[in-house]
């Protein structure tokens, strides 16, 4: 059997280290960019709806956020009814910022597929969402205690 998934990830720790290095000099550190892009793209989301969508645990999240929040990128604001939720913002800082990672992100996803053909990119970009799915559902379970049987 192929392994899929090792290439996925070396994929994906070759695309972080790019944006890690590129982003340095906006101060987004290790990831940072992918949760704000999420809250830019859903503005007033909440931190709990936030994990779900990027598919991390609190607590990553909660350090993510705290040092956007401190660097300007993001703010908090409570809810007007429940003073517990908090809504999270970009920044005019952050929006500039995601103004860049969108151009980066653009430029990376055409690089990844200049050598394949309409057709490719089409049936990849399927597979991938198939992918993704089978591996989201397990990972719900895992998240809900349920153990795997491997």
């Avoid at 995601?98 to 049936?123: D, M």
Wanted: glycine share 4%; no cysteine.
């Amino acid at each position: 059997m192929e392994d899929i998934l090792r290439e996925i990830g070396s994929i994906s720790r070759m695309l972080e280290s790019i944006a890690n290095i590129e982003f340095k000099e906006i101060q987004l550190s290790k990831g940072q960019y992918i949760y704000l892009v999420r809250i830019f793209e859903n503005e007033g989301i909440i931190p709990e709806r936030l994990a779900e969508l990027i598919k991390v645990d609190r607590t990553t999240l909660s350090r993510a956020v705290k040092k956007l929040e401190e660097n300007g990128f993001i703010l908090k604001e409570s809810d007007k009814e429940n003073k517990k939720i908090k809504h999270l913002y970009t920044t005019i800082k952050g929006k500039q910022a995601v103004q860049l990672i969108i151009r980066e992100n653009n430029y990376s996803n055409k690089v990844a597929i200049q050598q394949l053909s309409a057709l490719e990119r089409k049936n990849f970009a399927e597979m991938l969402a198939k992918i993704k799915s089978s591996v989201e559902i397990d990972w719900v379970n895992v998240k809900n205690g349920i153990k795997r049987d491997y």
